[in-house]
C-alpha cells in the first residue's frame, strides 16, 4: 500500500526529471582529420562515468542525469583520454573543437584548459626509453616518470601533449 505523500512526491519527481532534454554535443575536427571516430566520455564530480556512445558524425547525446560534467575523448586502444570542455547543468546544446587549441603561458609552460593555471602542469615527451625518478623516503620508495616539468612516457604517443597534476586530466 503507497502512502500518498510519498506517491505525489515519486510524482513529481519523475515529472521533474522528465523535463529536462537531452544535451547535445557537437565536435568538429579539422578538414584532415574528419575521418576520426572515437567516444565521448562523462565524468562528473563524483567520480560517475557515462558515455555518449561511438560516433561517426560527431555529433552526441548525452542524457540530462550526466551533467553537469568534465568530457572527454577516447578514440580507442593505443590512444589517451583527453579532454575536450565541460558542460554545465543549464546548456542544451554544446559545441566543441577537436584537437583543443592550447595556450602557453610567457614561461613556455602549457595552461589547463579546464582549470586555466600553468603551475600543476607537465609537458608529456615520449621516448625509446623513458626516464624515471626514484624517490626513497624511509622505508618507502616510489617512483615518479615525472621529473621537472616533464612528463617522460614510452615511445607510442596518446595524442597528449600535456598532463595536469591539479585536475589529473591530459589535453
Known amino acids: ?9 515519486s510524482a513529481l519527481l519523475s515529472a521533474a526529471s522528465g523535463n529536462k ?22 565524468a562528473r564530480q563524483m567520480g560517475l562515468l557515462s558515455s555518449g556512445g561511438w560516433q561517426k ?3 552526441y547525446h ?11 575523448f577516447y578514440q580507442g ?7 575536450v570542455g565541460s558542460v554545465a547543468a543549464q546548456d542544451t546544446a554544446v559545441q566543441l573543437r ?11 609552460h602549457y595552461v589547463c584548459p579546464k582549470c586555466h593555471k600553468s603551475d600543476k602542469t607537465v609537458t608529456i615527451v615520449n621516448s625509446e626509453a623513458p626516464l624515471v625518478r626514484r624517490t626513497i623516503t ?3 620508495t616510489t617512483y615518479s616518470s615525472i ?18 597534476q591539479r585536475d589529473n586530466i591530459r589535453f
Open 98 to 108: 577537436l584537437p583543443l587549441v592550447l595556450r602557453k603561458n610567457l614561461l613556455g
Open 138 to 140: 624511509g622505508t618507502d
Open 21 to 42: 532534454p537531452p544535451v547535445t554535443v557537437r565536435i568538429t575536427f579539422p578538414p584532415s582529420k574528419q575521418h576520426i571516430i572515437g567516444e565521448l566520455l562523462t
Open 77 to 83: 586502444p593505443g590512444s589517451d583520454t583527453l579532454y
Open 147 to 164: 621529473i621537472g616539468r616533464k612528463l617522460y612516457e614510452g615511445c607510442i604517443s596518446g595524442g597528449a601533449r600535456a598532463h595536469c
Open 1 to 9: 500500500m503507497k502512502i500518498p505523500g510519498l506517491l505525489l512526491l
Open 57 to 59: 558524425s560527431g555529433v
Open 62 to 72: 548525452l542524457s540530462a542525469d550526466a551533467v553537469p560534467a568534465d568530457l572527454f
